[in-house]
C-alpha cells in the first residue's frame, strides 16, 4: 500500500461567482453613467460597455488558464516579473499618456494599459516569494528591510507619475502580508513611528502643491463649488438622495444630467447609490464581503507560506481599494483616483484582478491530499 500526494484540483464557485456579479454590477453602472454621454450601447468596442464587456472575457478566460496552472510555477519567475512590472512604471514615467497632470498609462493599440495595476500583482508574488524563502529569518531587521525595499521601488515610481492613491496601496499590501509573515512587531512599530514622524513635514512641504489642494477642497469643498470641489459635492447630493431604494436604474438627476465628472471610474459608487439606493449599496457591500471572506479562506486552506501570503496580499489591496474609492464617494477621505475594483470602468484593473484571482484559484486547487492505492 502506498500513499501519494495529488492535487485537490478544488474550485472555488463562490469566489468565482462573486466576482462575476461585481464585474456585472459594475457594467450596468458603466451602462447607466454612460448613457448621457454615449447613448445606448452599439456593435462598436468604442463603447464603454462594449469595452467592459470584452475586458470581463479576456479576465475570465485569463482566471480559468491560470486556476490549472501550478501556483508554485511563479515562485522561481516571481523575480521577472517583479523586475518588467518596474520597466513598466518606469516606460510609464518616459512615454506613458497622461490626463490631468499624471502620466499613468501606456497605450497599445488603443488600449490604455495601466502599468501600476499589473505591477501590484507583481509586487505582491515577489514579496510573498521573499518571505517564504525566508520563513526561518523573517524576524531579522535584515529581512524586514529588503521587503519594504521590494515595496518602495514600484511605490516611488508611481508616486512620480504622481498618483499617490495608488502609491499607498503598494505600502498597505505590505503590511497585510508582513503580517501574516511574522515580522517582528517591534520592527512595524518603529516604521509606523517613523511614518507618524515624518507626515507633518511631507504634508506641509514635500507633498505635491496638487495634494495639497486636494486635502484642502477636501475639508472645505464648498470654497470652490464649481471648480474643484464641485464633484465631491455632487457626490453627496448623488448618494444622499438616493434613499433607500433609490430613484431608478438609468433615472438618476446627478448622473443623467453629467453632474458627476468621473461617474464611471472615481465615482460611479454614487451612480449605484443615487440610483438603485441603500439596499443597492447593501448588495455591492455583500458581494465583496463575500469575496475577501472567499480569498482569506484560500489563505486558510493554502499548503504552504508562498501561497498564503499571495492570497493575504491580494485580498489585502482589494480590500483596501474598496475602502478608498467608497471613502472618497461618502467624503471620509481625500480624492485619490483609486478604481472600485471589478466595478469602475476600466481594462488593466479587471484583467489584472480577474488574473490574481485564477491564482488564488490555483492556490486551492493544487492543495495536495492523501490518496491511497493497494
Avoid at 447607466?32 to 464587456?53: C, D, E, F, K
Avoid at 438616493?242 to 438618476?252: D, Q, S, V
Avoid at 492570497?311 to 467608497?326: D, E, R, S, W
Wanted: charged share 15%; glycine share 10%.
Amino acid at each position: 500500500m502506498n500513499l501519494r500526494n495529488t492535487p485537490t484540483h478544488e474550485f472555488d464557485y463562490l469566489l468565482a461567482l462573486a466576482a462575476v456579479a461585481l464585474t456585472a454590477y459594475g457594467a450596468l453602472l458603466i451602462y447607466s453613467g454612460s448613457l448621457a454621454t454615449y447613448g445606448s450601447p452599439s456593435a462598436a468596442l468604442s463603447h464603454p460597455v462594449s469595452r467592459q464587456i470584452a475586458f470581463a472575457v479576456v479576465g475570465v478566460v485569463a482566471m480559468l488558464v491560470l486556476t490549472r496552472v501550478d501556483y508554485r510555477l511563479f515562485g522561481p519567475l516571481s523575480l521577472a516579473l517583479y523586475v518588467l512590472s518596474l520597466a513598466g512604471l518606469v516606460f510609464v514615467l518616459v512615454a506613458g499618456g497622461s490626463a490631468y497632470g499624471s502620466r499613468r498609462w501606456i497605450s497599445i493599440g488603443g488600449t490604455q494599459v495601466q502599468a501600476s495595476e499589473i505591477a501590484k500583482v507583481c509586487t505582491v508574488i515577489m514579496l510573498a516569494k521573499f518571505f517564504a524563502d525566508n520563513e526561518e529569518r523573517v524576524k531579522s531587521l535584515r529581512v524586514f528591510a529588503i521587503s519594504i525595499a521590494i515595496v518602495a521601488v514600484p511605490a516611488l515610481l508611481v508616486v512620480l507619475e504622481p498618483d499617490l492613491g495608488s502609491a499607498i496601496v503598494f505600502v498597505i499590501l505590505w503590511f497585510g502580508v508582513a503580517l501574516i509573515a511574522g515580522v517582528r512587531k517591534l520592527h512595524i512599530a518603529g516604521l509606523l513611528a517613523l511614518f507618524a514622524a515624518a507626515a507633518p513635514a511631507s504634508v506641509l512641504g514635500i507633498a505635491a502643491g496638487y495634494q495639497k489642494e486636494r486635502i484642502s477642497i477636501w475639508l472645505d469643498p464648498g470654497k470652490d463649488p464649481l471648480g474643484t470641489g464641485f464633484n465631491i459635492l455632487q457626490a453627496e447630493i448623488s448618494i444622499g438622495s438616493g434613499g433607500l431604494l433609490g430613484k431608478g436604474f438609468t433615472h438618476g438627476t446627478q448622473t443623467q444630467l453629467d453632474y458627476l465628472r468621473t461617474q464611471t471610474t472615481d465615482y460611479i459608487f454614487s451612480v449605484g447609490a443615487e440610483e438603485l439606493g441603500f439596499i443597492g449599496a447593501m448588495v455591492l457591500f455583500g458581494l465583496f464581503v463575500l469575496l475577501l471572506f472567499r480569498c482569506l479562506r484560500v489563505a486558510g486552506h493554502a499548503d504552504d507560506m508562498f501561497g498564503r501570503l499571495i492570497a493575504v496580499g491580494v485580498m489585502t489591496f482589494i480590500l483596501f481599494q474598496v475602502f478608498v474609492n467608497i471613502g472618497v464617494n461618502i467624503r471620509l477621505v481625500p480624492v485619490t483616483g483609486v478604481p472600485l475594483p471589478f466595478v469602475s470602468q476600466g481594462g488593466s484593473s479587471l484583467i489584472t484582478l480577474l488574473a490574481a484571482l485564477g491564482i488564488l484559484q490555483s492556490i486551492l486547487g493544487h492543495r495536495r491530499k492523501r490518496s491511497r492505492r493497494v
